[in-house]
């Protein structure tokens, strides 16, 4: 449970930092070398990386960040920062295989821009190949469902300044007086400038309509990804292996459930979770264990409150 081993650490020291520089590194298949950007510590604090809003996503620093999600611009191999780092020369082949099946990205000069849900997905097309355990492909999930549901708000939101646009001018549009549009049609500056007003609100009206699109795939791509962490978590729930840190399954699956518009179900998993105890033997000691489950009852407690609001 690597990621929440780093939790578990994180969560007991004084101040981490977060900021991101830029770097040039080699990419371990094409050998192509690509401007990506770096980790690094910087004045961040603590709440700002556990307690923002990916908390309720179950997702930390720097899956948070668009960032951590390398993609090289000449070949489209696409993993977070430290698998891209740490790839397996033995499983070049087999990748390269793949690789020649995603379609490249075109017109990209910065991986940052490439949307997430094009760098996820041929991501999730190589870890199959690399492999990953049932936590690590729930966190995956998780990451997916979190960068589309953000995606999908930014959507959303140009469909709503769009459509203010569009009221302006409408209510522009209704102030010229008749006299006025038929005295204009007489030049043809004006009546030209008449014209492209006219060319530029079917062009938002197009926008709004294709942000509107983007808006319902992402919100349906970030709902399958719920779904899918939602069942890894349930199946590691019924797997006695994880009897320990069945607590913070059951706080995902809830979190899962809230965000699947099931509020009842969300609740039930997390009151179950409320009543355990949470320990990870392996990779905590008892104290670091301790503010683990500390810190998964203050996201409990919090959530059951948005739920009753
Ligand atoms: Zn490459």
């Not at 720097?62 to 696409?78: A, R, V, W």
């Not at 409408?170 to 030209?192: G, M, Q, V």
Request: with cysteine.
């Amino acid at each position: 449970m690597r990621m929440i081993f780093c939790l578990g650490m994180l969560l007991l020291s004084p101040l981490l930092a977060i900021e991101w520089d830029d770097t040039i590194v080699v990419c371990p298949n094409c050998k192509a070398a690509n401007n990506f950007k770096k980790a690094s510590f910087g004045q961040h604090s603590l709440d700002q990386m556990y307690y923002g809003p990916s908390k309720f996503h179950y997702v930390f620093w720097p899956h948070t960040d668009k960032e951590s999600l390398y993609s090289c611009l000449d070949c489209g191999l696409t993993l977070f920062m430290m698998d891209f780092y740490n790839i397996s020369q033995e499983k070049l082949p087999e990748i390269r295989k793949i690789l020649k099946d995603i379609p490249l990205p075109a017109g990209y000069r910065n991986y940052v821009d490439i949307p997430m849900y094009l760098k996820l997905s041929s991501a999730e097309k190589i870890y199959q190949t690399l492999g990953k355990s049932d936590e690590l492909w729930g966190e995956f999930y998780r990451i997916f469902a979190y960068h589309l549901e953000r995606d999908s708000q930014l959507a959303k939101k140009k469909v709503q300044e769009e459509k203010t646009k569009l009221d302006k001018k409408e209510k522009h549009s209704n102030s010229h007086s008749p006299a006025l549009l038929t005295f204009s049609s007489l030049f043809r500056p004006l009546s030209k400038y008449l014209l492209a007003d006219n060319a530029l609100g079917s062009m938002r009206q197009a926008k709004a309509q294709s942000w509107k699109e983007e808006n319902d795939f992402l919100k349906q791509e970030a709902e399958k990804n719920c779904k899918r962490a939602l069942e890894q978590a349930q199946k590691m729930i019924a797997d006695a292996r994880y009897t320990t840190t069945r607590k913070e399954l059951l706080f995902i699956a809830g979190a899962m459930q809230y965000h699947l518009k099931n509020p009842l179900k969300a609740e039930e998993n997390f009151q179950k979770a409320l009543s355990l105890q949470y320990s990870n033997p392996i990779y905590m000691n008892e104290a670091q264990a301790q503010g683990h489950n500390q810190y998964l009852n203050e996201l409990l407690n919090e959530f059951l409150k948005k739920i009753k609001e």
